[in-house]
């Protein structure tokens, strides 16, 4: 087993109504003014900004809304953020949202607390903040796992580049999770993110480390629980037991616990970061479905015992050991048979990925060919390509 540090510091309030205490929670932090920070108009729709509004109202705390956030959140949405909050003294961001807003409203944290610094530089490794306001979150979608996770992920619209950062100040104050503010995400988004939640946890689970069965074990629970989570929320959106499994597993997947003592890189999330950086209008949770099978295909010989535990432990299949590879594909069939069944894409070719845009893919996913992605068997850009390829 690796040497680790794991440090969440983010409370969690977690249940329903909870986003009652809202106003309660930030009094705490004693700020002069608040930025709701919030993404499309369902949470108009919805009254949640507005009950968040009551909220701080009835605690006298001030407040400015900036809403708008768009699925890959925008420097652009950033930078507008960061203006708003100088012009008005704001000290404190609350997101209202999923991981989206959660994403845009940490960045607008570091570009405020670190002025002296174009923020486009933390996300492309140029710089890392010093300092960050205080910020909390009130979760609508359990996917991204932004609410717990110390990762960063901005797009720049007009290049299509997008990158993720992590930082210790990109950590949340607090996140309020009441599974019942989920029930109105739809059939696809929900099936997003049962694919994303997951693949946060088995994109550690299969990268390297040795003698990690604590760690393994608690990442195999995970996966199953996403696994019937998902399914059951599409049967019935407001199953409260499936709907609050799938938003505590959301956080689990993605704030360091299910990787203590392995290495650590979410290869697939990288392959797919350029993949909806070039065609914005793609999920995040449908290019991980459409992406995973693939690279599972390509790089499962580079550890086939560490496959056919997965096999077993996760898709209960017997291992047959005369001809191990069989049991290895046999689940990842099962996994992508999985993808299927929540109408999830299997391949590029159903998102409408161009085969002339495969090779700008890899050559940015490689960092013009100067970046190689670790992991049992680690990929250069040939192999991104590759991939690539056997996805579309």
Same mark, same amino acid.
């Given at each position: 087993m690796n040497n680790f540090i794991y440090d969440t510091p983010t409370r969690v309030y977690f249940g329903k109504d909870e986003e009652k205490k809202v106003g309660e929670i930030i009094a705490e932090y004693a700020p002069k003014k608040v930025l709701i920070h919030y993404g499309g108009g369902s949470a108009v729709r919805s009254g949640l900004i507005g009950r968040v509004e009551g909220y701080l109202k009835d605690r006298g705390?001030?407040?400015? !809304?900036?809403?708008?956030?768009?699925?890959?959140? /925008?420097?652009?949405?950033v930078r507008r953020g960061i203006a708003l909050c100088q012009e008005e003294g704001v000290d404190f961001i609350l997101a209202v949202g999923g991981g989206s807003v959660? &994403?845009? $409203? @940490?960045?607008?944290?570091?570009?405020?607390?670190?002025?002296?610094? &174009?923020? #486009?530089?933390?996300?492309?490794g140029k710089a890392q903040p010093k300092k960050t306001l205080p910020k909390g979150c009130i979760l609508t979608i359990a996917a991204a796992g932004s609410e717990m996770s110390n990762s960063c992920v901005i797009t720049d619209e /007009?290049? %299509?580049? @997008?990158?993720?950062?992590?930082?210790?100040?990109?950590?949340?104050?607090?996140?309020?999770?009441?599974? /019942?503010?989920?029930? +109105?995400?739809n059939a696809y988004q929900t099936a997003c993110g049962a694919v994303d939640i997951a693949m946060h946890t088995m994109e550690r689970y299969f990268c390297p480390g040795e003698d990690t069965y604590l760690t393994d074990a608690i990442a195999e629970a995970v996966i199953k629980s996403v696994i019937k989570a998902g399914a059951d929320c599409l049967k019935d959106p407001e199953n409260y037991e499936a709907r609050a499994n799938m938003t505590w597993a =959301?956080?689990?997947?993605?704030?360091?616990? +299910?990787?203590c003592g392995r290495s650590f890189q979410l290869v697939v999330h990288q392959l797919e970061h350029e993949l909806s950086g070039m065609y914005p209008r793609i999920a995040h949770?449908? %290019?991980?479905?459409? !992406? #995973?099978?693939? #690279?599972a295909r390509y790089v499962y010989k580079a550890n086939v015992p560490r496959f056919l535990q997965w096999s077993k432990n996760v898709w209960n299949v017997d291992v047959n050991f005369e001809h191990p590879e069989e049991t290895v594909l046999k689940a990842i069939k099962m996994q *992508? &048979?999985?993808?299927? =069944? !929540?109408?999830?894409?299997?391949?590029?070719? *159903?998102?409408?990925? @161009? *085969? /002339?845009?495969? *090779? +700008?893919? $890899? #050559?940015?996913?490689s960092r013009e060919k100067t970046r190689t992605l670790i992991g049992y068997k680690p990929l250069d850009y040939d192999d991104i390509l590759a991939i690539y390829r056997m996805a579309l």
């Open positions: 705390i001030d407040y400015v !809304l900036l809403g708008g956030v768009q699925a890959n959140p /925008e420097i652009r949405m959660i &994403d845009s $409203a @940490k960045d607008i944290a570091n570009g405020v607390a670190n002025p002296d610094v &174009d923020v #486009w530089d933390f996300t492309m /007009e290049t %299509g580049i @997008k990158r993720g950062y992590g930082s210790p100040l990109n950590r949340m104050n607090f996140a309020i999770e009441n599974p /019942e503010l989920t029930y +109105t995400v =959301s956080s689990l997947a993605h704030n360091g616990l +299910t990787q949770g449908a %290019g991980l479905a459409a !992406l #995973w099978c693939s #690279w *992508e &048979d999985y993808y299927v =069944s !929540l109408g999830m894409p299997i391949s590029l070719h *159903e998102l409408d990925v @161009k *085969e /002339e845009d495969l *090779e +700008t893919l $890899a #050559w940015r996913c």
